[in-house]
């Protein structure tokens, strides 16, 4: 992540500021969607000034006022949840705001960026769990040859392995080498990259894909350690050292790139 974001926490007046929860509040219940009960950390503290974590029925968020969007979603997939999925139709919902969080739905109009789901609506098992993956807390901007390709691909696959496995632990987020492309006049930063942490007990399997956001996006799997030392995140921060640091060999018949 960009280690050079003070200039813009100043800009933004966000220094010590501190988010406010919205409407659903977090509490050891929601610990359900981590692995192991233990949340994702996030380890560059310049992001977090003023960030706001929100639990919903099927996942939970941690959103950032300085970038704008996510900064990880988490989920436990399960292969109920899936089934559920299916036999939903998809609906098109409007996109709501986040107490303490000012970016909108409007944010995005017109901005040449989709407004890119970290945990998919696909996931989710009910309309009303449906609808709860429309907050503007749960997008970054993705470009639409990502967004609508191969991320749209890994989110089926993930669905398919947690169905096959009966459950998954999945953490998704983006990560920012650089703060320098923004939307909405500077107050919704454009990531370098997104990525999906996935945990499947049952297959003794860990990993991440990890795509570059540009317009002929590359996508790659990587461990989960290497994860830490990129995106600055520890998304599964109770996993044993050698599910993180599993090889593609580890891997191969489980996480593959669609």
Same mark, same amino acid.
């Given at each position: 992540?960009?280690?050079?974001?003070?200039?813009?926490?100043?800009m933004l007046g966000l220094c010590?500021?501190?988010?406010?929860?919205?409407?659903?509040?977090?509490?050891?219940?929601?610990?359900?969607?981590?692995?192991?009960?233990?949340?994702?950390?996030?380890?560059?503290?310049?992001?977090?000034?003023?960030?706001?974590?929100?639990?919903?029925?099927?996942?939970?968020?941690?959103?950032?006022?300085?970038?704008?969007?996510?900064?990880? @979603?988490?989920?436990?997939?399960?292969?109920?949840?899936? =089934? !559920?999925?299916? %036999?939903? /139709?998809?609906?098109?919902?409007?996109? +709501?705001?986040?107490?303490?969080?000012?970016?909108?739905?409007?944010?995005?109009?017109? @901005?040449?960026?989709?407004?890119?789901?970290?945990?998919? =609506? !696909?996931?989710? %098992?009910? /309309?009303?769990?449906?609808?709860?993956? +429309?907050?503007?807390?749960?997008?970054?901007?993705?470009?639409?040859?990502?967004?609508?390709?191969?991320?749209?691909?890994?989110?089926?696959?993930?669905?398919?392995?947690? %169905?096959?496995?009966?459950?998954?632990?999945?953490?998704?987020?983006?990560?920012?080498?650089?703060?320098?492309?923004?939307?909405?006049?500077?107050?919704?930063?454009?990531?370098?990259?997104?990525?999906?942490?996935?945990?499947?007990?049952?297959?003794?399997?860990?990993?991440?894909?990890?795509?570059?956001?540009?317009?002929?996006?590359?996508?790659?799997?990587?461990?989960?350690?290497?994860?830490?030392?990129?995106?600055?995140?520890?998304?599964?921060?109770?996993?044993?050292?050698?599910?993180?640091?599993?090889?593609?060999?580890?891997?191969?018949?489980?996480?593959?790139?669609?």
């Amino acid at each position: 992540m960009a280690r050079n974001t003070l200039a813009l926490v100043a800009m933004l007046g966000l220094c010590g500021a501190v988010g406010s929860a919205g409407a659903a509040t977090c509490t050891t219940t929601h610990d359900e969607q981590y692995q192991g009960g233990k949340k994702p950390v996030l380890s560059n503290t310049e992001l977090t000034q003023g960030a706001i974590s929100v639990c919903y029925k099927e996942y939970n968020l941690y959103a950032s006022k300085i970038t704008g969007g996510s900064l990880w @979603s988490a989920e436990h997939l399960t292969k109920a949840k899936v =089934a !559920g999925a299916d %036999s939903i /139709t998809r609906i098109d919902s409007n996109f +709501f705001s986040e107490p303490g969080l000012a970016t909108t739905h409007a944010s995005y109009t017109n @901005s040449g960026y989709d407004r890119g789901h970290m945990m998919p =609506a !696909g996931d989710a %098992s009910t /309309t009303t769990a449906q609808k709860e993956t +429309f907050s503007v807390g749960n997008i970054v901007p993705q470009t639409g040859k990502l967004n609508r390709g191969i991320w749209a691909r890994i989110e089926n696959t993930v669905r398919i392995v947690a %169905s096959s496995y009966d459950d998954a632990y999945v953490v998704t987020g983006p990560d920012f080498e650089n703060m320098s492309t923004t939307i909405a006049s500077g107050k919704v930063v454009v990531p370098t990259q997104t990525w999906k942490a996935v945990y499947v007990p049952q297959a003794g399997v860990a990993g991440a894909y990890w795509c570059e956001n540009d317009l002929a996006p590359v996508c790659k799997v990587i461990s989960i350690d290497e994860l830490k030392r990129t995106a600055f995140v520890d998304a599964f921060p109770g996993l044993p050292a050698a599910l993180r640091s599993q090889t593609p060999a580890d891997w191969s018949e489980v996480l593959v790139l669609p």
